[in-house]
C-alpha cells in the first residue's frame, strides 16, 4: 500500500506522448462529497470554539425525535440551553412544537430533499442566536437510509428507533446504526401489546455497532428519560471541562 | 442512493481539474468505492453516463471503479477480516472489539486527461 501512494505521488504528472496530444494521470485523492464535508467543517469552525455540542438526531418518520426532544428540554432546560434545527420536508409544525419549549428554534424546509445536507445547516446556523445555546440538536428529516451519508458537524449521531417499527430495523439498515454513536429505543410502553424482542433489537444493533450506547425509553410514560438526560448533561459538562468521555 | 447528485459532484470536480490543468478531454475517472458506502455501482455508471454525454470534456471519459471491501480489525486478536452483512464479530476470537478499516469510501483517485503538446 506505501509502495503503491509513493508511487502515484511520485509519477503524478507522468507523460506519455501520442503524437499532438499528451496523457496525463492528474491526482485528486478527494472524497466525492468533499464540498459537503468542507461545509461540516465551517460548521465545526462555527459551534467548537462556543463550546457548543452538537447532535445529529436521525430515524425514520414517526419514531418520536420531536417529541424526544420536547421531552429532553422540559428536563434540562435548567441546567442547559438547547437549540434545535428542525430538518422536514414541508411544513413547520415541528419547529412550532420545540418553540413552545423555550428552545431557539430554525426550521429547515428542504422542499422534497430527503436528507440535510451541510449547507443547509449552516445556512440555518446563521438564523441562530448561539450565545445561550450549549447543545444543539439537529433533528434530520425522517429517514432511516439518506441521512448517515451527509456529515453535518455533529459531534455525536443518535438514532431513535421506535417498538412499532419492528426489532430487525438494526440489520435491515444497517449503515444508519452502524454510523451513529448512540441508539435510543423509543415507545416501550408499547411492548405488551406488540410483538418487539428488546433483547434481539440491542443484539442485532450491537452486532452492527459494538460500541453503540443504548437507550431505551418511553417519552409517553416518561419511563427511561432521566436516564437519557443525566447522560446528556454529563456530556455537556464533562466537554465543557475538558474530559472525553470514554462511556 | 442518490447516484445522480454523486455523479453530478464526481463530474464538477473532474470538470474542475480537467479545466485547471487545460485538458482537452478527459479519457479515465478513477474512483474508490466502498461495498458499504451505500453506492450501487451500476447506477452510478449509468447516472455518469447521462451526464457525461453532454459534457465536451467528459464525452469519451471511462469510469474506472475499484471496489473496496468491507474489512474491520479485530484489537483482541490483531486481525483483519472480511465484513459481511454489516456483522462485525471477529471471525477468528469470536470478539466484538472491533474496527471497521475499509469499505465505506466514496473517492475520486485520479483521472486521466489528454491534454495539446
Known amino acids: ?247 | 442512493m442518490h447516484e445522480l447528485s454523486i455523479a453530478q459532484s464526481i463530474a464538477e470536480a473532474v470538470d474542475a481539474k480537467a479545466e485547471q490543468h487545460h485538458a482537452t478531454c478527459v479519457k479515465t475517472v478513477h474512483l474508490r468505492v466502498g461495498e458499504a458506502s451505500g453506492v450501487l455501482i451500476e447506477s452510478l455508471s449509468f447516472c455518469f453516463g447521462l451526464l457525461s454525454d453532454n459534457d465536451p470534456l467528459l464525452k469519451h471519459a471511462q469510469l474506472q471503479i475499484d471496489v473496496i471491501p468491507h474489512r474491520a480489525w479485530c484489537r483482541a486478536c490483531d486481525s483483519e477480516f472480511v465484513v459481511y452483512d454489516f456483522i462485525v464479530q471477529c471471525p477468528l476470537c469470536e470478539g466484538w472489539d472491533t474496527q471497521v478499516i475499509a469499505g465505506t469510501e466514496l473517492q475520486l483517485q485520479d483521472i486521466e486527461i489528454e491534454t495539446a503538446s
Open chain 1, 1 to 247: 500500500m506505501c509502495l503503491v501512494v509513493l508511487f502515484s505521488a511520485l509519477f503524478s504528472d507522468r507523460r506519455m506522448s501520442e503524437g499532438v496530444t499528451t496523457v496525463t494521470k492528474v491526482t485528486i485523492a478527494q472524497n466525492i462529497l468533499a464540498a459537503n464535508d468542507t461545509v461540516a467543517a465551517e460548521i465545526r469552525d462555527i459551534l467548537v470554539p462556543r463550546h457548543i455540542r452538537i447532535l445529529n438526531l436521525m430515524s425514520s418518520p414517526g419514531a418520536g425525535k420531536t417529541t424526544l426532544l420536547e421531552q429532553t428540554i422540559e428536563r434540562l432546560a435548567a441546567k442547559i440551553a438547547v437549540g434545535v434545527i428542525e430538518g422536514d420536508i414541508e411544513t413547520t409544525a415541528d419547529a412550532e412544537r420545540i418553540e413552545q419549549t423555550g428552545a431557539e428554534t430554525v426550521q429547515i424546509n428542504t422542499r422534497g430533499a430527503c436528507h440535510l445536507e451541510a449547507h443547509m445547516v449552516r445556512d440555518a446556523l446563521a438564523m441562530m442566536d448561539l450565545k445561550q445555546v450549549e447543545l444543539l440538536f439537529i433533528e434530520n428529516v425522517g429517514n432511516l437510509v439518506c441521512p448517515s451519508g451527509w456529515q453535518l458537524g455533529e459531534d455525536m449521531r443518535v438514532v431513535v428507533t421506535s417498538t412499532p417499527e419492528g426489532d430487525d430495523k438494526p440489520v435491515k439498515y444497517p449503515e444508519m446504526f452502524a454510523a451513529a454513536q448512540v441508539l435510543v429505543i423509543n415507545k416501550t410502553d408499547l411492548l405488551p401489546y406488540i410483538d418487539y424482542n428488546v433483547h434481539k433489537a440491542k443484539r442485532l444493533a450491537l452486532a452492527v455497532n459494538p460500541q453503540l450506547k443504548i437507550f431505551e425509553l418511553s417519552c409517553r410514560t416518561g419511563e427511561g428519560l432521566d436516564d437519557w438526560c443525566i447522560w446528556l448533561h454529563d456530556y455537556v459538562q464533562l466537554h465543557k471541562r475538558g474530559y472525553v468521555p470514554v462511556d
